[in-house]
């Protein structure tokens, strides 16, 4: 019985296994089938999605395009109008001197157009037109006249009789020559990258040009609202240490508000209407500081702020609204390249000691050595003699000063005290 028991275990055993084999590779297959499901929409998902991606790379390209010709569109409308604009001013000045009696020489001028034409000029639509009988001619005349225009309107102007000489005169006279710049660096959209180091001077920010206020540009400088630069010069507590100064322009109504702070004294910055008397100020403190006058008081704020500097005065002549600025001068500048020496103009503001510390330093040893030989002479002068007028160095404000060894002073004052001996 107990066998029988024993083998009826072993069978129900071996059954359940079996079922179990069985029902193990069903788990699987459902298994793989749910997977491939996942991987066929991954995929279909994928798909979509790169052309999609090449869709939109089709899209940027068109649109890349579109932005290209419009930019040389712009380009051409540009050039466009400022030749119209340049005929306009043309044709503005002849109808002028014609309507005062100056028709007769211009017509003289151009005296090749056929009698029975007759010549019509607009000062608002800046063209030539001609009214003729024969058609076919008249499109002759036509493009004959236009290029006489073009080719004589500087030479009408200058001709003897005419009565337009004493323009012309000021119209070349207004003419600037080109004045050299130094290369900046430029990030990938062509704009300057801050801070711009130049000579004695760092620009940090160029600010907003406001053209529609008259107070915030003069005939040589333009003041935008946010320009900030630094520059070191001497301090007011020590005119011989050096001492960062920082300039910035900003807007206080109607007129810009100018401003320099020391970096040694930040809590009591020189404020003013304009650069120059914040400079004058400054130069004030400094002969205050030295206990005498060593540096002319009038001032130079625009070379002091760099405004007046090719390169900043470039930056900011390109910048939006400089266009609007009525008083202001255009100016024209070159990039200076390797081989071009720089704006002679700022190649010799080392030696301004108004704005640079190393000319004002030369300046100070010199009224030093000037207070020695003075005190040396005065006190070895016979009866009756006088000085030789060294203390005219201390005077010596805004005198482009050479480079002065110290060997050198000690030569000028060993000579002097032998020479009074």
């Known amino acids: 019985m107990d066998n029988l028991i024993g083998k009826c275990h072993s069978l129900s055993y071996a059954f359940a296994s079996e079922d179990e084999s069985i029902d193990k590779p069903a788990g699987n297959y459902e298994q793989n089938t749910k997977y491939k499901l996942k991987y066929k929409r991954l995929r279909r998902t994928l798909k979509n999605l790169v052309f999609e991606n090449a869709a939109l790379c089709d899209e940027v390209a068109k649109t890349q395009e579109k932005s290209i010709r419009a930019k040389e ?100 006279s207004n003419v600037v020559a080109k004045r050299l710049v130094e290369p900046i660096p430029l990030d990938s959209t062509g704009r300057p990258i801050f801070p711009i180091v130049l000579q004695g001077l760092t620009v940090h920010s160029l600010g907003e040009i406001v053209p529609d206020r008259a107070g915030f540009h003069s005939e040589e400088c333009i003041y935008p609202v946010g320009y900030c630069c630094t520059r070191v010069y001497a301090s007011t507590r020590n005119p011989e240490l050096r001492c960062l100064y920082t300039c910035k322009i900003s807007d206080d109504g109607q007129r810009p508000k100018f401003e320099i702070a020391a970096e040694d004294d930040s809590e009591h910055p020189i404020v003013g209407s304009t650069s120059t008397e914040c400079h004058s100020t400054l130069l004030k403190a400094v002969n205050a500081a030295w206990g005498r006058k060593v540096v002319d008081t009038s001032g130079r704020g625009a070379k002091f702020f760099g405004l007046t500097h090719s390169t900043v005065q470039n930056l900011i002549q390109s910048c939006l609204g400089a266009r609007k600025c009525a008083t202001y001068k255009w100016a024209r500048f070159e990039v200076c390249k390797s081989e071009q020496p720089l704006d002679t103009a700022h190649s010799l503001s080392d030696n301004d000691s108004t704005t640079n510390f190393e000319a004002l330093q030369r300046i100070l040893h010199l009224s030093a050595v000037a207070t020695v030989a003075t005190t040396t002479t005065t006190s070895t002068l016979l009866p009756g003699m006088t000085s030789f007028g060294l203390t005219t160095i201390s005077t010596l404000s805004g005198y482009q000063v050479p480079d002065v060894k110290p060997s050198d002073l000690r030569n000028l004052l060993a000579n002097t005290t032998s020479s009074l001996m």
């Not at 044709?91 to 029975?116: D, E, F, R, Y």
């Not at 290029?147 to 200058?158: D, P, R, Y």
């Open 73 to 172: 569109e712009r380009r051409f409308l540009l050039k466009k109008l400022m030749h119209l604009q340049t005929l306009n001013e043309a044709t503005t000045q002849l109808t002028t001197k014609q309507s005062n009696g100056g028709g007769s020489s211009v017509s003289n001028c151009i005296g090749s157009v056929p009698p029975n034409m007759s010549l019509t000029m607009s000062a608002n639509a800046s063209r030539v037109q001609l009214n003729e009988t024969n058609s076919s001619d008249a499109n002759k005349g036509k493009r004959k006249v236009a290029g006489l225009l073009k080719k004589t309107s500087k030479e009408i102007l200058v001709r003897p009789g005419s009565g337009l000489t004493n323009s012309s005169k000021r119209k070349r």
